[in-house]
Structure formats: C-alpha cells, structure tokens
C-alpha cells in the first residue's frame, strides 16, 4: 500500500462502518417512471403549523401500484410494492386550494432484503420535477422513523379508499 | 284509443314536448363502475363561501379514463370519454385537509350526438357511494351552463398535470 492510497482507503473503511449500518449502500431506489397513471389511494393538504410542514407542507397524492394496491387490500406487500407521494404546492385563495408547482416526489419500495435496515422499505425523495436530484441522504433512517408508529400495517400510513 | 288510454297518452305527449328539448330523454348516463382506476388528473378544495361551495364544497378529484385522457392531451374528444368528479367531505383540523365521506360522483360522459342539447356531453351526479341515486334532473343544461365558459377546450375545465 503507497502512503497516497492509505489516506483514501482509510476514509473508507471509516465511511463504510458508518453508512452500512445506516443503510447507505443499499440499492438506490428507482424514480417511479409512469406513476401519475398509478392508482390514486388518497390525498391530503398539510397547512403551515403542521408538525410534518417542513418539508411536506402543500396538497399531496398517494400513487401506488399493482403489487401496493394488492398490499393494501390484503396487508402483504410484495417486493416492488411502490408508493409515491407526490408533493404539490397548494395554492390558496378565493375560498378554494388549488394544485402549484411540484415540490418533490417521495417514493417508499419495498424490498424485504434490500432495505431490511428500515422495515424492508426503502425511502427516497426527488426534487420538483427532477429524475435525479435526490432527497434522502440518510439512507432513510428519518423516514422510517416516522413510518414506524405504523408497524401494524408494515409501515404504511396510507388506507385504501374504494 | 280507449278512454282510459288518452289521458296517460295526452300526458306522455305533454311530458315530451317540454322534455325533448332540455334533452331529458337523452341516453341516461351510466355510474363509472371502476372509475377509482383511472388516471387521476387533478385535485381542489372547495370551502364554504366559494360560488360553488353549494354543492361542491369538500376535497373533489377528477379521474378520466383512457379516452379522455387523450382528449385532454390532444384536444379532441372521442365519444365515451369520461371525467369523473368525486366529491369527498373536506376534514379539516390540526393544520390540515383530510379526505371523508363522500357526497356524490359526477359523470361528464361525450355523446357528440346523443347529447348534442348540452354541447355534445352527458352529465349526471349520483348521490354519495350509490350507483343508482340520480342527482340531474334538467338533463344537464345547468352543469352546461357552467361548462360553457370552457368553450374553447370542449367544455373541460380539466387540464392535464404530468
């Protein structure tokens, strides 16, 4: 090993004992390509004074597809069950809200293995209306912080409106 | 004719002169069974105070099937487009919307011809979750009404978010 080398190979080794237990070098969670011909479960509008408003403040969407939607009529979810949620500004004004700008687009996959770190959902964010600007720098250890008070339904806060 | 024929006919007669014309003998406009499974275009909130807040006060969403989903891309609609307005109770606390019960389903459906009386579209609102419960009794002409400021995009209020 040069003495250039030891430097870099140490920072990793140091990085890695950190991340890998946060679930950084697991699988990079897709960009839901199509989602917004997903089925829609619900919606919801968070106002300014919210606990959750930073960040999510505005209307969001829950998108889900086949195997979630299978998931939330049965309770099991599928590896590849993917929910969005899908983060507009809500414009107010006129004694209406209506849907702004995209502020980001969450995504929760499950993977049973691949994200067993986090409840065997991996969590990821894109910003606006980009593909790659991503969110989550946590390996998503906040994000499934917060699912956790939904263990009953495998982390899922979202129930399916007929 | 029997005399016990004419007056039920004379009323028929009656009831269709004054009918015709507000197209009330239109096709009736068939309940979107499986609608929750279309693409879902867009979403509002009404409050209490809004021009419209009477009937449509609430969280509403509009899904579109496959048809009108290319009609709102390209402008042009194929008859047997159809826009679904589904019109949820607004919940409103701790600094937010959610979704509650629903208060009805309106239907646009295109019928270039059959509901040419009403700009080539068909319109029916079905009383909460029932299928049979009918909400348009003027076969449309005051949905129409509203819809005429749309003229320029075939009556659609609706544009498509991607």
Redesign the interface.
């Known amino acids: 090993m040069t003495r250039t080398q030891f430097p870099f190979l140490a920072s990793a080794a140091l990085a890695a004992l950190v991340a890998v237990p946060l679930g950084v070098f697991a699988e990079p969670v897709a960009y839901p390509e199509g989602y917004?011909?997903w089925?829609?479960a619900?919606?919801?509008?968070?106002?300014?004074?919210?606990p959750l408003?930073d960040p999510f403040a505005g209307?969001h969407?829950i998108?889900v597809n086949d195997p979630a939607l299978e998931g939330l009529q049965t309770g099991r979810y599928a590896d590849g069950s993917v929910f969005v949620f899908d983060l507009l500004e809500a414009d107010a004004g006129?004694?209406?809200?209506?849907?702004g700008e995209r502020k980001l687009v969450g995504v929760m996959v499950k993977g049973a293995e691949t994200y067993r770190e986090t409840g065997g959902w991996g969590f990821e964010g894109f910003a606006g209306?980009s593909r790659d600007q991503r969110l989550v720098s946590d390996g998503g250890q906040g994000c499934f912080a917060c699912h956790q008070s939904q263990a009953d339904s495998d982390y899922v806060f979202t129930r399916w409106?007929?």
């Open positions: 917004r011909h089925h829609h619900k919606s919801m509008v968070i106002h300014d004074g919210h408003a209307i969407h998108y006129d004694e209406a809200i209506t849907e209306d409106r007929p």
